[in-house]
């Protein structure tokens, strides 16, 4: 018997510094599990090479977003952020992608589920990840999305147009905690100190906002905080330490129950980055960073890989560490430092990011948002096909 395949309407964007598969909710099915079997076919996976699919065979290059219009009055459309790992037979929908947040704009415009306004087209959208709202401001020209400009993106060769992404009250993405507050600070404390088996102790920050992170300092894991991703694939022993000390800090964050599977339940939350003060440096590519030109080193491991260069909900997050008094992140901060432009060097150049905040009478932090700018291309308008 011959499998019959059918088509399924489908747009490829290359969202900030990551490409991924846009499709219409109303397009796919709504039994999760057949779903997600239909996300791995058309992407390839599991294959460490996705030949058979339209996965690029990174965790930045295999990534899907479901996009429907929203009933929600904040919102105009919902979105959905599917991981579609590359050599396991799994789709994680915890935590959020920036990146791919980036094109889901552009996206809500081609297919008309947003009335276009020049020169800027603003797009209210409800992220069911993290049940956060994202304003995107895109520009527009005659009628439709304008992706050519002047603004470049460190990791994306070539300008484009910016798009403005602000995340609002990002705090707490991980749900209500203890007195039914959504927490920036998940255990309440800026540092907490984890017992990492067959190491020993490690001082960590867990923030969460836009996506929960986990920070260390490089120099605790052994590291300089500006190695570069391809040194980072030949040190398999910290590659696992990583790894380890992002299970404990799941968790810790009780989103698994035990650090050893930490990669199968939960592989895309938290993230964990280690970070350095600012120093001179390099990209992948050569360039030379000075450290005048940033604020602090980081690097970011995305479904236990090193990440090429780094996610913009990550970005979101260290920025709003960044205020965090005594976090990590602020303690790599050195001298006169502006919130509204945080320079986060990476491994591809230096990524922006800002946070507004205020000090509660009682002394809490609040985050009203967070934001920066990404670019996006729109690649294909066509059909994905599937058995």
């Not at 992608?97 to 552009?106: F, K, T």
């Not at 990791?155 to 959504?182: M, Q, W």
């Not at 836009?210 to 590291?223: E, I, M, T």
């Amino acid at each position: 018997m011959v499998n019959k395949k059918y088509g399924i309407p489908c747009m490829i964007i290359r969202g900030g510094t990551s490409k991924g598969l846009y499709f219409m909710e109303k397009d796919l099915p709504t039994d999760i599990e057949r779903r997600d079997e239909i996300l791995l076919k058309i992407m390839g996976s599991p294959d460490v090479k996705q030949i058979n699919g339209l996965g690029g065979a990174t965790s930045v290059t295999s990534k899907v977003a479901i996009i429907g219009v929203s009933e929600r009055t904040d919102a105009d459309i919902d979105y959905t952020f599917c991981q579609v790992s590359v050599d396991k037979a799994l789709v994680s929908t915890k935590g959020n992608c920036g990146n791919i947040s980036s094109g889901v704009g552009p996206f809500a415009i081609e297919r008309g589920l947003v009335k276009v306004q020049e020169p800027i087209t603003q797009v209210r959208i409800y992220n069911t990840n993290t049940d956060k709202v994202i304003i995107e401001e895109v520009f527009c020209e005659n009628g439709a999305v304008r992706y050519e400009g002047d603004f470049s993106i460190a990791g994306v060769p070539n300008t484009a147009s910016p798009i403005k992404l602000r995340f609002v009250d990002p705090a707490g993405t991980l749900g209500k905690k203890s007195g039914g507050e959504r927490r920036l600070l998940p255990t309440g404390n800026a540092v907490d100190v984890l017992e990492i088996p067959d190491f020993g102790k490690v001082a960590v920050s867990m923030v969460d906002a836009a996506n929960p992170l986990v920070f260390v300092k490089a120099s605790d894991l052994g590291l300089r905080g500006d190695e570069l991703p391809e040194e980072l694939y030949r040190r398999a022993d910290k590659l696992e330490l990583l790894e380890k000390v992002r299970g404990v800090a799941a968790v810790k964050l009780e989103v698994c129950t035990d650090y050893t599977h930490s990669a199968w339940d939960t592989p895309g939350i938290p993230k964990i980055t280690f970070v350095a003060p600012a120093k001179d440096c390099q990209t992948s590519t050569g360039k030379q960073i000075k450290a005048s030109d940033c604020d602090l080193l980081a690097r970011m491991m995305s479904m236990q890989t090193p990440h090429p260069t780094y996610a913009m909900t990550g970005a979101m997050c260290t920025a709003a560490a960044a205020v965090v008094p005594g976090s990590i992140v602020n303690q790599m901060l050195k001298g006169t430092i502006n919130f509204q432009k945080l320079r986060i060097a990476h491994p591809g150049g230096v990524l922006e990011a800002g946070v507004n905040y205020t000090i509660e009478k009682d002394g809490e932090l609040k985050i009203s948002d967070t934001f920066g700018f990404r670019t996006a291309n729109l690649l294909m308008d066509g059909v994905a096909y599937c058995s």
